[in-house]
């Protein structure tokens, strides 16, 4: 299995500043045929399913606001947030669907300083 | 826009079989479009991936699961299914049924969840 690792567990970051999430791969997720990442990034607030930010490490979702934004390849992956905003606090996910079985990393809890 | 509804029962007993079933609104669940999985996540814990079913009916399990899992579809329903047997306590999670787009496997819709516990 391919495991994911989240860095760090918790954040807290102000309001309108810029809240940067880290996601690794124990092996690599670019798929050299289509040279493309299989890696996606998850939002869930609590009490609600996890909802798609980001897919191929950096295709942002249709409706997704354009802070959020998705970097990386290879093993080492970025999902940065320009401009916190108080309906961001979350824990975001990264996910690899390079291969079964589709794991996920541990979370990363987001909070407002 | 696809939606998912999970349900079934909230409490099984251990040993006994979990069966939920999630059923898909606005759009078929035989159109090749996307496949269907099932995911869970106990109480303040990750997520975890359980399997998923093609249009053709095949299906792909997460080895930790494989021995006690069934994904199954009905499509004249445009339902499928999760059934895990033996269970005990360490299934107890919120279940998850979410889509996903064929040949590629992130999560693009999502059912609400439903709870289920184990216990006696």
């Known amino acids: 299995d391919i495991v994911m690792t989240q860095s760090p567990d918790s954040l807290a970051v102000s309001l309108g500043e810029r809240a940067t999430i880290n996601c690794k791969s124990s092996?690599?997720?670019?798929?050299?045929?289509?040279?493309?990442?299989?890696l996606a990034w998850y939002q869930q607030k609590p009490g609600q399913p996890p909802k798609l930010l980001i897919y191929?490490?950096?295709t942002r979702e249709s409706g997704v606001p354009d802070r959020f934004s998705g970097s990386g390849s290879g093993t080492d992956f970025t999902l940065t947030i320009s401009s916190l905003q108080a309906e961001d606090v979350a824990v975001y996910y990264c996910q690899q669907y390079y291969s079964t079985p589709d794991t996920f990393g541990q979370g990363t809890k987001l909070e407002i300083k | 826009q696809v939606q998912l509804q999970e349900s079934g029962p909230g409490l099984v007993k251990p040993s006994q079989t979990l069966s939920l079933t999630c059923t898909v609104s606005?759009?078929?669940?035989?159109?090749?479009?996307?496949?269907w999985n099932w995911i869970r996540q106990p109480a303040g814990k990750g997520l975890e991936w359980i399997g998923r079913?093609?249009?053709?009916?095949?299906?792909r399990y997460n080895p930790s699961l494989k021995s006690r899992v069934t994904i199954s579809v009905d499509t004249s329903k445009n339902q499928f299914s999760l059934k895990l047997s033996s269970v005990t306590a360490a299934d107890t999670a919120v279940y998850y049924c979410a889509s996903g787009i064929t040949a590629i496997n992130y999560f693009d819709y999502w059912g609400q969840g439903t709870p289920v516990t184990v216990s006696s």
């Open positions: 079913i093609y249009t053709s009916g095949s299906t």
């Open positions: 606005g759009g078929s669940i035989s159109s090749g479009s996307h496949y």
């Open positions: 092996q690599s997720v670019l798929y050299n045929s289509d040279n493309k990442n299989y």
């Open positions: 191929w490490a950096s």
